[in-house]
């Protein structure tokens, strides 16, 4: 919490730290042995996030697998988060994203070190791969390589130029 903290601007009231904090909240929860606390848990975190993911409109339900390091680099818009995508270390993303989708079966797979732009959506279950830039307005829909950049709608892939090949 204390990474979050810092990632996120330092304040204690910013929307992206407390909503990681609420989705941090919940998945502790989930992991509790006793059935009791499990439910007391699983309902104060109901009426939070109720209150919370209204508020700052960061839909990050506790069944998603965040590595370490995630950050929301601006909380102006709305995320929102399939529940079983999992998203790597050190992963980075704008506001008006949606990763995952209702629709369709399957969630996706981001790798370490990638960053999703601006109003940009991945979908269905495929895999991102790792160091993968998504720019702004792209929807992903098919598997990406590593080490990719991904630009459009529909999305289209190129290798990244350059010494971080």
Not at 19 to 47: E, H, I, K, N
């Amino acid at each position: 919490m204390r990474g979050d903290y810092r990632r996120h601007g330092g304040t204690l009231l910013g929307g992206a730290f407390l909503s990681l904090c609420l989705y941090r909240y919940g998945r502790w929860g989930q992991g509790l042995r006793l059935p009791f606390a499990r439910f007391f848990v699983s309902r104060t975190y109901g009426l939070a996030n109720l209150f919370l993911a209204n508020l700052t409109k960061i839909w990050i339900p506790p069944e998603t697998t965040l590595g370490q390091d995630f950050h929301i680099v601006n909380n102006e818009g709305s995320l929102s988060i399939h529940p079983h995508s999992v998203i790597g270390d050190r992963c980075g993303v704008m506001h008006n994203v949606t990763i995952g989708s209702n629709m369709r079966e399957g969630a996706p797979v981001i790798g370490d070190d990638v960053f999703v732009g601006v109003n940009s959506t991945v979908l269905g279950a495929i895999r991102v791969g790792d160091r993968v830039r998504i720019a702004a307005n792209t929807a992903v829909t098919s598997d990406v390589p590593a080490d990719s950049i991904v630009v459009g709608s529909p999305a289209r892939i190129y290798p990244r130029l350059g010494p971080m090949r």
